[in-house]
C-alpha cells in the first residue's frame, strides 16, 4: 500500500512522517514517534486508555487513522508535567492514590485536562460522568474521583 | 496495525466523495466518525478496499432550521456538537435526554449524527430517535437523489436501504406539532453502554387533550428499530389514561417485539424492560404534552 506523507503537531513539536493508511494515531505516537506515554488496551474504544487531545477534544486515538491526523494538532500525556516537576493534576493521583498500575492513568488524565478547563469547580457527580469512558481495573474510582476534587483545588483559573 | 491493508481517500468536496464511490462500488467504504467501523477493522470483521473519508469534507457539519420550522443536520455533524447545541434541545428535547446516553464523551466528540443512522445498529439510539421524530434522509449518489423516510430506512440488522455509492447526506427533522411531549428511558449495565433495551415516546395532544399522534419507538429488541403499531391503534383518539399506557406496555412486550439472548441480558429479562418503559415512558411523555414542553 502506498504511503500518505503526513504533518502532524504533536505537543507543540512538528513532525513529518509518511504513513500507510492502516496505521492507528495510537500505533503512530508510540511507535513512530517513541511517545509511549498514550496506552494501548482494548484498541476497540472501550477503555479509555489511549484518550488524547485532538485539536483539543479527548478522543480515542486507537479510532482514528495517523492519515487523518494530518493537519491536526494533539497533545499527548507527554504534554503534562515531568516527574520532577508534576503537572497539578498528577500531583493530585499521586497524593490521593489514584493510581496503582498507571496503565489507565494517562487515558484519564487526557480526559480530566478539558474537563477541568469546562467545569473548574466540578460536582462529584459531575466528574463520575466525565470519566464513565475510562476503565481503571486496579485502583477503584472512588480514589480517582478524590484526586480530580483536589487538583480542582489546586489548578490555577 | 490491526486493520487489513487498504487504499485511502480523503475527498474535500461532496462531488467529489460520490465520484470516487461511484468509482469504487462494493470496493469503497464511507469513513465517517469511525467509531463503528474503525472497532470493526481493528477486529477484522470489516475488510473494505478502499474507505472514503467525509472528515475533510466540512460542508457536511452543520445544524440549521429549515423553512417549515425543523432542522436540518448535515451527515458528518457530531454527535457532541449536537448534544450541546441549544436550539436542538429546545425544539427536540428528545435528543437533550438520549445524546448523554450514547457512548461516552470521547466517542460523542468524533462519532457522528449521520454515521450512526447509516450504521442502523439495532442496540443504537439515533436510528430509533429517528423514527420517533419521523425525520426525512436525503440521500445522494452520483447518479441519483433521493428522499427516504427514517421509517423506510431500515431493512435488518446493520442494513438500509443504502447502496454502496450511496452516501447520507442530511438528516432532516420535522418540528413538532404544538401539545407534543417526548421521553426517552432506557436500562443499560453502565453510562454509556449499549442498552439492554430502550424506548424512545413521541406523543401529541389535541384541544380536547385526546391523543392524536403516539410514536412509540422500541430499541434493541429486534432486527431493527421497532416502531409501534398497537401504541397508535390504542392511544389515538382517546383520553391519555393509565390503564391505556398499561394496555399498551403489555402489549407491545407480547407481540411487537422479538428480543434475543446475550450474555448481559435474557430475551425475557428484556421483554419486561420494554413493558414498564413503554408504560414509563408514556406517563411522562403525555405529562409533558399537557405542560406543552
Ligand atoms: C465504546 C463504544 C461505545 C458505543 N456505545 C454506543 C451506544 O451506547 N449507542 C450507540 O448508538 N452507539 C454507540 N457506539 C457507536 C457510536 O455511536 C458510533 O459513532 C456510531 O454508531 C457510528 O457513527 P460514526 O460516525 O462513528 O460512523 P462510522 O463508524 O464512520 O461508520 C459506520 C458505518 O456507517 C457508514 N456510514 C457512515 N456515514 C455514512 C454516510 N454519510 N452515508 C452512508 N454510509 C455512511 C460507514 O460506511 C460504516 O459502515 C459506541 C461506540 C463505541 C466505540
Ligand atoms: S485502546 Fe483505545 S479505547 Fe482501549
Ligand atoms: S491504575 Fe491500574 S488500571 Fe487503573
Same mark, same amino acid.
Given at each position: 500500500m502506498d504511503k500518505f506523507p503526513i504533518t502532524v503537531n504533536v505537543n507543540g513539536v512538528r513532525y513529518d512522517r509518511a504513513v500507510e493508511p492502516?496505521?492507528?494515531?495510537?500505533?503512530?505516537?508510540?511507535?513512530?514517534?517513541?511517545?509511549?506515554?498514550?496506552?494501548?488496551?482494548?484498541?476497540?474504544?472501550?477503555?479509555?486508555?489511549?484518550?488524547?487531545?485532538?485539536?483539543?477534544?479527548?478522543?480515542?486515538?486507537?479510532?482514528?487513522?495517523?492519515?487523518?491526523?494530518?493537519g491536526h494538532d494533539i497533545r499527548t500525556v507527554e504534554s503534562l508535567g515531568s516527574t520532577e516537576n508534576l503537572h497539578p493534576l498528577?500531583?493530585?493521583?499521586?497524593?490521593?492514590?489514584?493510581?496503582?498500575?498507571?496503565?489507565?492513568?494517562?487515558?484519564?488524565?487526557?480526559?480530566?485536562?478539558p474537563f477541568l478547563e469546562k467545569h473548574p469547580k466540578p460536582t462529584e457527580e459531575e466528574i463520575r460522568e466525565a470519566i464513565d469512558g475510562n476503565i481503571c481495573r486496579c485502583t477503584g474510582y472512588e480514589n480517582i474521583i478524590q484526586a480530580v476534587k483536589l487538583a480542582s483545588e489546586k489548578m490555577p483559573r | 496495525m490491526k486493520p487489513v491493508p487498504f487504499n485511502y481517500f480523503a475527498p474535500t468536496s461532496v462531488e467529489e466523495a460520490l465520484d470516487k464511490l461511484a468509482e469504487l462500488g462494493y470496493d469503497g467504504k464511507i469513513l465517517a466518525g469511525g467509531q463503528s467501523l474503525v472497532p470493526a477493522m481493528n477486529f477484522r470483521m470489516a475488510r473494505p478496499g478502499a474507505l472514503v473519508d467525509l472528515n475533510n469534507i466540512p460542508e457536511l457539519a452543520y445544524i440549521k432550521p429549515t423553512s417549515e420550522g425543523g432542522l436540518a443536520i448535515g451527515t458528518m455533524t457530531r454527535d457532541s456538537k449536537v448534544e450541546h447545541d441549544p436550539k436542538v434541545i429546545e425544539m427536540f428535547p428528545l435528543l437533550g435526554e438520549v445524546m448523554p446516553n450514547i &457512548?461516552? &464523551?470521547?466517542?460523542?466528540?468524533?462519532?457522528?449524527f449521520g454515521g450512526s443512522i447509516a450504521h442502523a445498529d439495532p442496540a443504537g439510539q439515533l436510528p430509533a430517535i429517528s423514527i420517533a421524530l419521523d425525520a426525512n434522509l436525503f440521500i445522494q449518489s452520483k447518479s441519483k437523489e433521493r428522499w427516504v423516510k427514517a421509517t423506510?430506512?431500515?431493512?435488518?440488522?446493520?442494513?438500509?436501504?443504502?447502496?454502496?455509492?450511496?452516501?447520507?447526506?442530511?438528516?432532516?427533522l420535522p418540528p413538532h406539532l404544538p401539545h407534543t411531549g417526548s421521553s426517552y428511558q432506557q436500562v443499560s449495565r453502565?453510562?454509556?453502554?449499549?442498552?439492554? &433495551? &430502550?424506548?424512545?415516546?413521541?406523543?401529541?395532544?389535541d384541544d380536547q387533550n385526546r391523543c392524536k399522534e403516539a410514536r412509540v419507538v422500541l430499541i434493541s429488541v429486534g432486527d431493527t428499530p421497532i416502531l409501534s403499531a398497537r401504541a397508535k391503534e390504542i392511544l389515538v383518539g382517546q383520553k391519555p389514561t393509565a390503564e391505556a399506557f398499561k394496555e399498551v406496555a403489555q402489549a407491545i412486550a407480547a407481540n411487537e417485539i422479538d428480543p434475543a439472548t446475550d450474555i448481559h441480558a435474557t430475551a425475557d429479562y428484556r421483554r419486561h424492560l420494554v413493558e414498564v418503559l413503554v408504560e414509563r415512558s408514556l406517563t411522562i411523555a403525555f405529562d409533558r404534552a399537557k405542560k406543552g414542553v
Open positions: 492502516r496505521l492507528l494515531l495510537s500505533d503512530f505516537l508510540r511507535h513512530d514517534l517513541c511517545l509511549t506515554g498514550t496506552h494501548v488496551g482494548c484498541e476497540h474504544g472501550i477503555c479509555g486508555a489511549c484518550t488524547i487531545l485532538f485539536d483539543g477534544e479527548p478522543v480515542r486515538s486507537c479510532l482514528i487513522f495517523a492519515v487523518q491526523a494530518n498528577q500531583e493530585a493521583f499521586h497524593e490521593k492514590h489514584a493510581l496503582q498500575c498507571g496503565f489507565c492513568t494517562p487515558g484519564f488524565l487526557m480526559t480530566l485536562i | &457512548a461516552h &464523551a470521547q466517542i460523542r466528540n468524533r462519532g457522528t423506510d430506512f431500515f431493512t435488518g440488522p446493520f442494513m438500509t436501504v443504502l447502496d454502496p455509492d450511496d452516501m447520507l447526506v442530511e438528516i432532516v453502565q453510562r454509556g453502554g449499549y442498552a439492554q &433495551a &430502550a424506548v424512545a415516546s413521541v406523543v401529541t395532544l
